[in-house]
């Protein structure tokens, strides 16, 4: 039987960390808070430090985001999902590229974090409907505007044997491999031109002029 998947809160608000407590309880199977505090030290010390997934507010008692200890937490190897009340693309774009799994609002509810959660548990990105929008901005009705880091990933993955040794040869995480791969499928998806398998990722690159066959 798999062990229960347990979360850490970090939000300055208690209120917001019991709300979260009992969204994730309430689910089937329950996900456990072992731990909840207003400062990202929670992560990294007693049962918080080893929780499967550490669900971050950005904004602790200040004006500044979070984002040094979001890409602390990834660098380690932590699952985070960051939940803000922001709401603009730039700054959720911002934490996908640290590395974060999920971008979530507050306002966007119950069902959404405790799917964001499972996810995170599993390594998994999870796209909520805000952040499909931030994903499907400013792009061409043809081809998908590929961030620069995105448009490295993708080549790396196509001449590489394992998205682990693309994490090496990059400096980043296998999970945020993960989720660049995960994005450039998004954006694929939403202008009508899937590319579910890695063979069709290849072959999107190509008729886009990102990769030559040469190339492979």
Known sequence: MESPLT??????HPAV???VAH????????????AGGEDVRVAWIGEGADAD?????LHLGGPTPALGDLRRLVEA???????????????????????????????????????????????????????????????????????ARETEVLVEWFQSESKDFVAQRLGITASTVNSHLERIRIKYAQIGREAP???????RAIQDGLIGVDDL
């Open 77 to 147: 190897g932590r699952r985070v999902v960051v939940y803000s009340m922001r709401a603009d693309d730039e700054t959720a774009l911002t934490c996908l590229e640290l590395g974060a799994l999920c971008y979530l609002t507050k306002a966007e509810g119950a069902d959404h974090l405790v799917e964001a959660t499972r996810a995170a548990g599993r390594g998994d990105p999870y796209t909520p409907p805000s952040l499909a929008g931030a994903l499907a901005g400013d792009r061409s009705d043809h081809r998908p505007a590929l961030s």
């Open 17 to 19: 960390r019991a709300g």
């Open 53 to 57: 997934v550490v669900i971050l507010d």
């Open 7 to 12: 979360a850490v809160v970090v939000d300055d």
């Open 23 to 34: 969204w994730l309880g309430s689910g089937t199977p329950p996900i456990t808070v072992v």
């Open 197 to 203: 398998t890695k063979a069709a990722l290849v072959a």
